[in-house]
């Protein structure tokens, strides 16, 4: 029910369910609470969104890893404002889609890893085999440098600054990069991070920085063959048979890190090291999952952002927020396993859309 008082529009929600007004879409939720819609600017923390972003280094611009997508349309990021504006307890779920736009490759887009034949290493495999941890943390190591020049983007910079201003409860990411934490966010990692390593035997953990210091120390021939590619030698037999891939990967030919790549133990046990990220084939730790489950379960909005949602540890949150009530969004391009039972989906780049709902400029404060 919407009530016109002078210059001021004064909005009733008594219930939660997307209702069509005059071909604009209206998310209601839960309760009956009320709201005046002014017309004031509001600075939002955090400063620009553009002018602090740097640009991703050549290596990352090299491949086009975005799908294409048109410009986002006016309603499109009207809608998107509203639902911001009107939640109380607004979760947020990030995906792949979200970094690909600083370069990080991703798995599912058209131009992802799985489009040029690449199978990511299964828990099972890395377990069970030396040879397949061998493989892992040669590339690991030599793409490391180039993985971490990633900076967050105008996605990462834009959830930080409507989190500070108290628009978001949560954010939960499928993400191990860490860009949000550099943006200024503290996400609930739902697959881990690859900036920690540990254990499997013991549980010890210790930061990847340090993991790296020790595969140098034990393969200090290494380090000089990443200093080749980087001065344009790639694939002599200086650098050790890697090449640089436009996505950001280093390939390797299998005679170079089959037997001569040194792996750490663990420094307590002399277990086997992993980092500290949910492979496929894994399980999400129990607490994690329950965490981010009654995080889903609690939000009265619930917004995905650049995931296709195909892992289920994703679309199970999504089904769950649906389930208890709450208005459900997805921001992404392509088809999603949610898209039979989420109503609002826009399709754009999260770093186009999530800018200009910030410009948008006017927010709805609950009237006393």
Known sequence: MIRALGGVATDMFPVCQPLRSKGNLVMLFKGCRRFVRTTCRVSIPGGSLSNELKAPPRFLRDKKIVPDADPPHK?????LYQ??????RLTILTGAGISTECGIPDYRSPNGAYSSGFKPITHQEFTKSSRARRRYWARSYAGWRRFTAAQPGPAHTALASLERA???????TQNVDRLHHRAGSDPLEL?????TVMCLDCGFSFPRDSFQDQLKALNP??????ESIDHGEPGSEKSFGMKQRPDGDIEIDEKFWEEGFHIPVCEKC?????????????NIPKERATQAMEAAKQSDAFLVL???LMTMSAFR????????????AIVNIGVTRADDIVPFKISARVGEILPRVLDVGSLGVPAL
Not at 167 to 172: A, L, V
Not at 221 to 226: L, T
């Open 75 to 79: 309603e499109d990021i009207h809608k």
């Open 83 to 88: 639902l911001f504006e009107q939640s109380k």
């Open 166 to 172: 108290g628009r978001i409860d949560s954010i939960i």
């Open 191 to 195: 697959h881990g991070t690859v900036y």
């Open 221 to 226: 021939k290494w380090a000089e063959a990443i």
């Open 270 to 282: 002399q277990g086997v090291l992993k980092p500290d990220v949910i492979f496929f084939g894994d």
């Open 306 to 308: 650049g995931s296709s």
């Open 317 to 328: 949150l999504v089904r769950a927020a649906h389930e208890a009530g709450a208005v459900t």
